[in-house]
């Protein structure tokens, strides 16, 4: 079993939908939760960190469930910028990121 | 601020040559780490280091060695090239507390024929 799981999608969404991604960690130790952005042929790049309390960044929301060992990420009116392989990523006692495989998404006019 | 810089962005090397991927960050940051992607696979990690004069092997550290002689620069080096080395490999870094996350920088991609 993979320690950080995504859905690889595709998602295939219109433009100005709701959108939202799962990941499920199997560390219980795992110590900080983010979502990376990755664009065809591009470095990952930090979207945003995810809290227990729920943290919201514009059309973007992320939740973290630590009892559920659970992350999600929910984007909202969808833009065809959005369109991208979305990280959900963790760290463990030593700060050294674990991935999970990315979730395609691709928002359609 | 540059962040982190990778050199070079693409190479093709032969079988049993070796090379050096160069990575420097101007962030003052004390983690320092290499990954490799593969279709299907994600990014795994290689080396890592957390700070300079420390490092240690990663998930698939076979066929790599780093070293860490300055905060700035964490080279990787490949010490006899396979096709299986063939891949984009993503240099990152970041402040020890982590809560900030990583930096990437934009990668090499090596083919190895």
């Known amino acids: 079993r993979k320690e950080v799981e995504q859905d690889p999608g595709p998602f295939n969404v219109p433009e100005g939908a709701t959108v939202a991604f799962n990941c499920t960690y199997s560390n219980s130790a795992s110590q900080s939760f983010f979502w990376y952005r990755q664009d065809c042929r591009k470095e990952p790049k930090l979207l945003m960190s995810v809290y227990s309390s729920g943290n919201e960044d514009g059309r973007f929301t992320a939740q973290l469930n630590r009892a559920s060992q659970y992350i999600s990420l929910l984007i909202r009116d969808s833009k065809l910028s959005d369109s991208a392989t979305y990280l959900c990523v963790v760290t463990n006692a030593g700060n050294m990121l674990t991935f999970g495989g990315g979730t395609r998404l691709m928002v359609k006019p | 601020n540059a962040g982190v810089t990778q050199t070079p962005k693409f190479q093709v090397l032969k079988t049993g040559q070796s090379m050096t991927l160069q990575c420097a960050q101007d962030m003052n940051h004390e983690y320092m780490s290499w990954y490799r992607q593969d279709p299907g696979m994600g990014l795994r990690l290689i080396h890592y280091s957390v700070g300079a004069g420390i490092t240690d092997q990663g998930e698939v550290p076979n066929g790599y060695n780093v070293s860490r002689s300055t905060t700035e620069d964490f080279p990787l080096r490949l010490l006899s090239a396979a096709p299986s080395q063939t891949s984009v490999y993503f240099c990152?870094?970041?402040?020890?507390?982590?809560?900030?996350?990583?930096?990437f920088g934009s990668g090499t991609r090596l083919t190895v024929v």
């Open positions: 990152a870094s970041s402040y020890s507390t982590g809560r900030d996350g990583y930096t």
